[in-house]
């Protein structure tokens, strides 16, 4: 073995046991793990980088400020649906109910509020709940009684589409006014430039105190940690990356709440899956049920509560699609949606076989999507084109996806 190969293989071990001790071993680190097949995030953030080049070059609108405004509003609503989307992937299910189970909560808003009378925040309440109720129901056939989640999930896309159609009526439709409180939330609520860059501050601090104490940690438990170097690097280039965001944005109408609050929910769904024993039950059950059956986790409570987030998840994402027209309608929710949001999870780089991804995927994902759809919009594309080209990304990152598990497991016997 070489001094180079034995440099690699010391970096890709301290890697892998979070022990990367200076910014060098990380890249030396991250470098192996290229050639071991665990491409990670990199080629769907490659890919975007594409997009956004081929876009721009054909219009050159299309990273105009006022445009990637319109792109993060329109990609909140769909990425909150993927965000579940990829809980139920990480434990090797699937939910093909997003969309309608999004579309009846759509549904259940505007015949609360607007029909009922009820306050426009119980409306909100009674949807998210709907889909969590939806959600445990889906987990209790497939723990009980063994029935797949594909015919499960899509027994629930017809039956909750047909609820959505009676709820909405023969009109079809419900206007929600655009002086509600829920449509201007999802419309017209921009924070102020201090506010945004407040919010860039204790992102980038929160993510250097959390490194500097999971050092801390593995110090007092005498295990080897990161020079303190690491996080602060990490912290500062978060910083940067986002005050340019936040500044570019503000050249327009400024930084969107509602995407935020897309963004509040991943970090929350990150930290669960990554620091929590129920997010390490949610891997290992993904990765091998039997084993982690074996192993004394609590295989049910998992499956249960994977399908109970990923149908909250997407009855909220209704309600903001929802809010974002200021209508719950048919449309709200349509095959597009679910389609879409299961897309986005696997593009993002969610496995479909279970046990690999993370929750900041929907967000990967979800920027794709957005983009190739805004883009082809601006070009005045007939949205067969966009079906086609979203279809072809699809099968791109699926098969990176088999492939780089081929290259891992080949590596592994070797």
């Not at 629930?156 to 589409?161: S, Y």
Request: hydrophobic share 55%.
């Amino acid at each position: 073995m070489t001094r180079d190969a034995r440099t690699a293989l010391t970096a890709r071990e301290r890697l892998d046991s979070g022990a990367a001790y200076t910014l060098r071993d990380l890249g030396s680190g991250f470098v192996a793990r290229l050639r071991d097949g665990d491409l990670g995030s990199l080629p769907v953030v490659c890919g975007l980088v594409i997009i956004a080049v081929l876009f721009q070059l054909a219009n050159p609108r299309f990273l105009a400020p006022g445009n990637l405004v319109n792109l993060t509003l329109q990609a909140a609503p769909l990425g909150v649906i993927a965000l579940g989307t990829v809980v139920v992937l990480l434990v090797a299910q699937i939910d093909l109910s997003v969309g309608s189970v999004s579309g009846l909560a759509s549904a259940i808003v505007g015949v609360s509020a607007m029909q009922l009378g009820w306050p426009m925040l119980v409306g909100v309440v009674a949807a998210v709940a709907a889909g969590a109720v939806i959600g445990i129901f889906y987990g209790f056939l497939l723990t009980r009684f063994g029935v797949p989640s594909f015919v499960i999930t899509l027994a629930g896309l017809l039956a909750f589409l047909g609820v959505q159609l009676a709820l909405l009526g023969p009109n079809g439709s419900i206007n929600i006014p655009f002086s509600d409180p829920l449509v201007q939330f999802a419309n017209t609520w921009f924070l102020p430039p201090w506010a945004a860059y407040t919010i860039v501050g204790l992102a980038s601090l929160g993510l250097l105190f959390s490194g500097l104490a999971r050092r801390r940690r593995r110090m007092n438990a005498q295990l080897p940690a990161e020079h303190p170097s690491v996080p602060i690097a990490k912290a500062v280039i978060l910083a940067a990356a986002l005050s340019v965001a936040v500044w570019y944005l503000s050249l327009d109408r400024g930084t969107a709440v509602m995407p935020l609050l897309f963004l509040l929910l991943v970090v929350v769904m990150s930290y669960l899956l990554r620091r929590t024993r129920w997010g390490r039950s949610v891997f290992a059950v993904g990765g091998n049920v039997d084993a982690a059956r074996r192993a004394g986790l609590p295989v049910t409570r998992t499956l249960v509560t994977a399908f109970m987030i990923c149908s909250a998840f997407a009855a909220l994402g209704g309600v903001l699609a929802a809010a974002r027209l200021g209508s719950a309608t048919t449309l709200t929710g349509s095959a597009d949606t679910n389609l879409n949001a299961i897309a986005a999870a696997i593009i993002g780089g969610t496995s479909l076989f279970g046990g690999r991804g993370n929750a900041w995927s929907a967000v990967l994902g979800v920027l794709v999507i957005s983009a190739i759809s805004s883009g082809l919009t601006l070009l005045n594309l007939d949205s067969s084109v966009r079906y086609m080209i979203t279809g072809a990304v699809l099968l791109l990152a699926v098969i990176v996806d088999s492939v780089s598990r081929r290259s891992r497991a080949s590596h592994g016997r070797g």
